[in-house]
């Protein structure tokens, strides 16, 4: 493993890393249900968040592990040192805010073909409550109220072929849910094949982690569920 980050270092390439978990199956619900929160860092198998953040985590790492496991705590939790299932960012724009903050990512911008949607998140509250975790609502709650009533700008899928000479190869795509309490249903990174681009991406479809077989407007048609995409550029040393 440790040659495969070298290698993606040397091209400063975050994407070669990713292409090398091409095949591993997709597993969903891989992290702990409940507390005690345990730290999985299995790369056999991932789910779409799993797969960014352990390409994330192992880029950083610089290929130490003990600098993988501060990577990976860094961007799976909100608040560092806290291993516990109420830190853990669960939903995507808090991984997206810390990730931000300290400059790993910078949203693409284009105002004119650009929508805006309100986002109340409770989605995880609510399914929580229906079971009898060991987990403190309260805490999932006060986490949600951080992000709730914020408005997500996004591009429609119809604005795609015009934004798409701002994408960079290895973009993170965040797929918006048309679920008021959600934020997004799905991420995945960008790379081009011929004139157009494709999502990268652990696919529950196809079981597995693969390059989307059709492009990412195709993609989105295919998916009606979401109205539109974030693009993120990637600034990883």
Not at 152 to 168: A, G
Not at 176 to 193: C, I, P, Q
Not at 216 to 229: Q, R, T, V, W
Request: charged content about 20%; hydrophobic content about 35%.
């Amino acid at each position: 493993m440790r040659k495969h980050i070298l290698e993606a270092r040397e091209q400063q390439n975050h994407i070669q890393l990713a292409k090398y978990f091409l095949g591993k199956p997709y597993v969903a619900f891989a992290l702990t249900k409940e507390n005690p929160e345990q730290l999985i860092t299995d790369l056999s198998g991932f789910d779409c968040v799993t797969l960014f953040d352990n390409v994330f985590a192992l880029y950083t790492s610089k290929g130490i592990d003990s600098s993988y496991i501060n990577q990976l705590i860094k961007v799976r939790y909100f608040h560092p040192g806290r291993i516990t299932y109420e830190n853990r960012n669960h939903y995507f724009s808090s991984t997206i805010q810390k990730l931000e903050k300290s400059g790993y990512l910078s949203q693409v911008r284009e105002s004119k073909f650009e929508v805006s949607s309100p986002k109340s998140l409770d989605v995880l509250s609510e399914h929580l409550k229906k079971h009898r975790y060991q987990i403190s609502i309260d805490s999932i709650e006060h986490m949600e109220k951080q992000f709730s009533n914020a408005h997500l700008n996004y591009f429609p899928t119809k604005s795609i072929p015009k934004i798409s000479h701002l994408i960079q190869e290895g973009d993170l795509v965040l797929f918006v849910t048309n679920n008021k309490n959600m934020d997004y249903h799905h991420v995945g990174f960008l790379v081009k094949k011929g004139k157009n681009w494709h999502v990268l991406h652990a696919s529950q479809q196809y079981k597995k982690v693969i390059v989307s077989p059709e492009s990412l407007e195709e993609y989105m048609h295919k998916h009606s569920s979401f109205p539109g995409i974030q693009i993120y550029h990637l600034n990883l040393p």
